[in-house]
């Protein structure tokens, strides 16, 4: 079964507001999460590692005040997408290790439909 | 930048046929993981494969990997109208910590 868990796993937001997607371990305590983007008909590109307890690490020309980060706790790391244009209508996804197995697993993504 | 490169981009093939896709990287890896992606969906796993491992079966899903020329590949036999879709692989990167995916790969089934 599944050992991330993402939700929403679609959402439509109208432009200028905020969304969050949250993204959860399910069984085990994360230290670190990944999220990605996938623009129409591309790869995933890394856009943030996630730290618990401490700020984000964005990659290069990743906006850190539009795409703010949470990872209040082991378990738990939030994407928020600030006054949302439909430029970033999107396929979210994240991904969180797993301590001992050494293994990255992958949620099943989030739809983001700005409008 | 990206780390995977898969080949082809796209790839038709009638049903019964077998389709193989390949994914070169550059790094040291943990593992490398196979995802299927249905349009407008989100990603499946599909299978993983450790950097210790040469190959794996899983179903009609065969992955071999060889690190020495830092390549992957995923084989789908009997293909079905069912497996259209997209599939990636994602290299967990030993020495950065995080994971890279591969540009994709487009793989059509005709019935």
């Known amino acids: 079964g599944a050992v991330v868990s993402q939700h929403p796993s679609r959402v439509i937001c109208k432009s200028g507001t905020s969304v969050k997607i949250e993204c959860r371990s399910l069984?085990?305590?994360?230290?670190?999460m990944f999220w990605y983007r996938q623009f129409p008909k591309q790869s995933l590109m890394l856009m943030a590692t996630s730290n618990e307890g401490s700020k984000a690490t964005y990659e290069q020309g990743v906006e850190k005040d539009k795409f703010l980060i949470n990872h209040a706790s082991l378990t738990l790391s939030t994407l928020t997408v600030t006054s949302a244009h439909p430029e970033d209508s999107s396929f979210y996804i994240c991904?969180?290790?797993?301590?001992?197995?050494?293994?990255?697993?992958f949620g099943e993504g989030s739809w983001l439909t700005v409008v | 930048s990206q780390q995977g490169e898969e080949d082809p981009q796209a790839l038709s093939i009638q049903e019964g046929e077998n389709a193989t896709m390949n994914c070169s990287y550059k790094t040291s890896i943990n593992n490398l993981q196979w995802y299927r992606q249905n349009s407008g969906r989100g990603l499946v796993h599909l299978i993983l494969?450790?950097?210790?491992?040469r190959e794996k079966h899983s179903g009609r899903l065969r992955v071999t990997l060889d690190t020495s020329k830092k390549s992957s590949s995923l084989l789908i036999t009997a293909s079905r109208a069912a497996d259209t879709a997209s599939y990636f692989c994602?290299?967990?990167?030993?020495?950065?910590?995080?994971?890279?995916f591969g540009d994709g790969t487009t793989l059509t089934v005709k019935p």
């Open positions: 494969i450790r950097s210790n491992e």
């Open positions: 991904s969180a290790r797993k301590p001992g197995g050494n293994t990255i697993y």
């Open positions: 994602a290299t967990d990167d030993s020495n950065a910590g995080k994971s890279t």
């Open positions: 069984d085990f305590q994360a230290t670190t």
